[in-house]
């Protein structure tokens, strides 16, 4: 029975933590150069597509 009731607090302990969290989750991309022809290894559109779908969802990206 403790075992279980030890899980429970950790979860709520942690989506207690995770939702009033002041400082955004901070992520550094990085992506190559473009050395393939085109449409092979879009390091640059892979980057700037995922910044923006990681900053809509509240994280500060650079890259």
């Known amino acids: 029975m403790k075992p279980c009731c030890l899980k429970v607090f950790g979860l709520l302990l942690?989506?207690?933590v995770s939702l009033f969290s002041?400082?955004?989750l901070?992520?550094?991309i990085r992506g190559g150069v473009d050395t393939h022809g085109p449409g092979e290894h879009e390091h640059t559109r892979f980057l700037?597509?995922?910044k923006v779908l990681l900053s809509s969802r509240g994280m500060?990206?650079?890259g």
Do not use: A, L
Request: net charge negative; charged share 35%; hydrophobic share 45%.
């Open 14 to 16: 942690f989506t207690f």
């Open 22 to 24: 002041f400082e955004p």
């Open 48 to 50: 700037n597509d995922w």
């Open 60 to 62: 500060k990206v650079d």
């Open 26 to 28: 901070r992520v550094f």
